[in-house]
């Protein structure tokens, strides 16, 4: 059993950054592949970024790619996404998830998961 709790979220103003953590706990987080996942108001949840668990290989939704990182430290188990240059219609519940398999961008991949933080981005 793994648990997630995101932090991090907030109101930011277009233009502006935040930066996402994600802290695990249970089972041994450096062999678990992590994700971020987002749902707005009215939409389905989507893939917004992945990290190997070696932290080696790295996958960005299109629409975030060039203003998101993500990252992880194995050693305080906690997976991180900084987001720059944030518009508004980045605006949603971001969830991290965790992937005792290898890294995929498919959420139904995903074996645990997050209670999510809000981001809320005004134009």
């Known amino acids: 059993q793994v648990t997630l709790v995101e932090s991090g979220g907030g109101l930011v103003q277009a233009g502006g950054s935040l930066r996402l953590s994600c802290a695990a706990s249970?089972?041994?987080?450096?062999?678990?592949?992590m994700g971020w996942f987002r749902q707005a108001p009215g939409k389905e949840r989507e893939f917004v970024a992945a990290?190997?668990?070696?932290?080696?290989?790295?996958y960005y939704a299109d629409s975030v790619k060039g203003r998101f990182t993500i990252s992880r430290d194995n050693a305080k188990s906690t997976v991180y996404l900084q987001m720059n240059s944030l518009k508004p219609e980045d605006t949603a519940v971001y969830y991290c998830?965790?992937?005792?398999?290898?890294?995929?961008?498919?959420?139904?991949?995903?074996?645990?998961w997050g209670q999510g933080t809000q981001v809320t981005v005004s134009s």
């Open positions: 998830a965790a992937d005792a398999n290898a890294v995929t961008t498919l959420g139904y991949e995903y074996d645990y």
């Open positions: 249970g089972r041994t987080f450096s062999s678990y592949a």
């Open positions: 990290i190997s668990w070696s932290g080696v290989s790295t």
